[in-house]
């Protein structure tokens, strides 16, 4: 029983690197190197459970608004305030998904964010990437803040960690109304 787990492990941690060795190149990561893919693969392994919306909510994000302009969408973001600051690779403060299709959602990616408040010593930085900001918060009772995106389950053609993704949208009855 045991060398039956022990494959299916390694089955599953093979299958959340793939998608980081076999994506193409993006803008702002032409080489992501070695270093960056084994922090990133632990980001996949620590959210892989949140494309089960209901471990999402169990764990304490809630859904918020779906965000989507003329230069692409973020989608549905649902945000753990707890997590707010945390520059962890493992704990992103947001995820971001989009309609499956069937009624339900679909985890396209995750988001750090750190409220202007907490960044003392100037713009947050992950992964090597500088965070996007200062910017309002996105819904009543949100901090001013700085975010970072890492379109980790849809790739983006402008980047792993571009602020929006062409290939993301909201319907229109969800876009929130200026």
Same mark, same amino acid.
């Given at each position: 029983?045991?060398?039956?787990?022990?494959?299916?492990?390694?089955?599953?941690?093979?299958?959340?690197?793939?998608?980081?060795?076999?994506?193409?190149?993006?803008?702002?990561?032409?080489?992501?190197?070695?270093?960056?893919?084994?922090?990133?693969?632990?980001?996949?392994?620590?959210t892989?459970?949140?494309?089960?919306?209901?471990?999402?909510l169990?764990?304490?994000?809630?859904?918020?608004?779906?965000?989507?302009?003329?230069?692409?969408?973020?989608?549905?973001?649902?945000?753990?305030?707890?997590?707010?600051?945390?520059?962890?690779?493992?704990?992103?403060?947001?995820?971001?998904?989009?309609?499956?299709g069937?009624?339900?959602?679909?985890?396209?990616?995750?988001? *750090?964010?750190?409220?202007?408040?907490?960044?003392?010593?100037?713009?947050p930085?992950?992964?090597?990437?500088?965070?996007?900001?200062?910017?309002?918060?996105?819904?009543?009772?949100?901090?001013?803040?700085?975010?970072?995106?890492? *379109?980790?389950?849809?790739?983006?053609?402008?980047?792993?960690?571009?602020?929006?993704?062409?290939?993301?949208?909201?319907?229109?009855?969800?876009?929130?109304?200026?």
């Amino acid at each position: 029983m045991r060398p039956r787990l022990a494959k299916a492990v390694l089955a599953l941690t093979a299958s959340l690197c793939l998608p980081l060795t076999a994506a193409p190149a993006h803008a702002d990561a032409a080489d992501p190197g070695p270093a960056l893919q084994g922090r990133l693969a632990r980001t996949y392994a620590a959210t892989a459970k949140y494309s089960y919306l209901p471990n999402a909510l169990a764990d304490g994000y809630e859904a918020h608004m779906c965000l989507a302009r003329d230069q692409g969408g973020m989608g549905y973001h649902y945000f753990n305030e707890s997590l707010f600051g945390s520059l962890d690779p493992e704990k992103p403060a947001g995820l971001l998904y989009e309609d499956d299709g069937n009624g339900g959602r679909r985890l396209v990616g995750v988001e *750090w964010v750190v409220p202007t408040a907490d960044a003392t010593g100037g713009r947050p930085q992950i992964f090597g990437q500088d965070f996007q900001g200062p910017m309002a918060g996105h819904y009543p009772g949100m901090p001013r803040h700085y975010d970072l995106h890492a *379109w980790l389950y849809k790739p983006n053609r402008n980047g792993l960690f571009a602020q929006w993704n062409p290939d993301v949208t909201c319907p229109a009855s969800d876009m929130p109304h200026a």
